[in-house]
Nanobody
Framework: QVQLVESGGGSVQAGASLRLSCAASGRTFSIYVMGWFRQAPGKEREFVAAIRLSDGDKYYADSVKGRFTISRDNAKNTVYLQMNSLKPEDTAVYYC???????????????WGQGTQVTVSS
């Protein structure tokens, strides 16, 4: 099993920045990809970004491209999501995910964190 713990959420004004962290523990050797998803009230969970742990290859949703940056620190088994120029529509619970497939589809991930709330006010 792999455990994922997110941190770094909060409430900010539009245009501000936040950095989310996701620390993985347990059988981390079994995961090849880590990603971030988000879910706003009344909406389905949607893909935000993913990173392949071996080579750092990244994949972003169009809605966050150019504003969000995903990165990893393999020594710490931690993935980060730097979120700049935040908009009210970025408000959601952000979930960290880990799995073996480099994909934007949530079914491709085997492990999920509990989520961290990000609220952006106008």
């Amino acid at each position: 099993q792999v455990q994922l713990v997110e941190s770094g959420g909060g409430s900010v004004q539009a245009g501000a920045s936040l950095r989310l962290s996701c620390a993985a523990s347990g059988r981390t050797f079994s995961i090849y990809v880590m990603g971030w998803f988000r879910q706003a009230p009344g909406k389905e969970r949607e893909f935000v970004a993913a990173i392949r742990l071996s080579d750092g290859d990244k994949y972003y949703a169009d809605s966050v491209k150019g504003r969000f940056t995903i990165s990893r620190d393999n020594a710490k088994n931690t993935v980060y999501l730097q979120m700049n120029s935040l908009k009210p529509e970025d408000t959601a619970v952000y979930y960290c995910a880990a799995g073996r497939t480099f994909t934007p589809r949530n079914v491709g991930y085997d492990y999920w964190g509990q989520g961290t709330q990000v609220t952006v006010s106008s």
